[in-house]
Nanobody, 122 residues
Framework: QVQLVESGGGLVQAGGSLRLSCAAS????????MGWFRQAPGKEREGISC????????YYAEPVKGRFTISRDNAKNTVYLQMDSLRPEDTAVYYC???????????????WGQGTQVTVSS
């Protein structure tokens, strides 16, 4: 398994931006599909964006489509989530995950970071 550490969370006003980073250990990062999930208080964890290992195809959930951008730098073993036009409803703990399966569901990922809090004030 790969070890994952997220960073970049914080408090931001509505309409602002944040960039989350997820640094991975190991020499096989490029072989992993990567995903960003979030869990708001009282809600289930949801997949919001994923990127494949090979051609870098991406997926975005409807609530974040057009506002969030996922990218990866295999040379740095890092995946990013650029979050623009943030809304109060984006407030959640954000997790990155690594896996070998296509899809953007929890079951597709076997390695998880510890999470980073994102709070968007109105």
């Amino acid at each position: 398994q790969v070890q994952l550490v997220e960073s970049g969370g914080g408090l931001v006003q509505a309409g602002g931006s944040l960039r989350l980073s997820c640094a991975a250990s190991g020499r096989t990062f490029s072989s992993y599909a990567m995903g960003w999930f979030r869990q708001a208080p009282g809600k289930e964890r949801e997949g919001i964006s994923c990127i494949s290992s090979s051609v870098g195809s991406t997926y975005y959930a409807e609530p974040v489509k057009g506002r969030f951008t996922i990218s990866r730098d295999n040379a740095k073993n890092t995946v990013y989530l650029q979050m623009d036009s943030l809304r109060p409803e984006d407030t959640a703990v954000y997790y990155c995950a690594a896996g070998h399966h296509l899809g953007c569901y929890e079951a597709d990922f076997g390695s998880w970071g510890q999470g980073t809090q994102v709070t968007v004030s109105s």
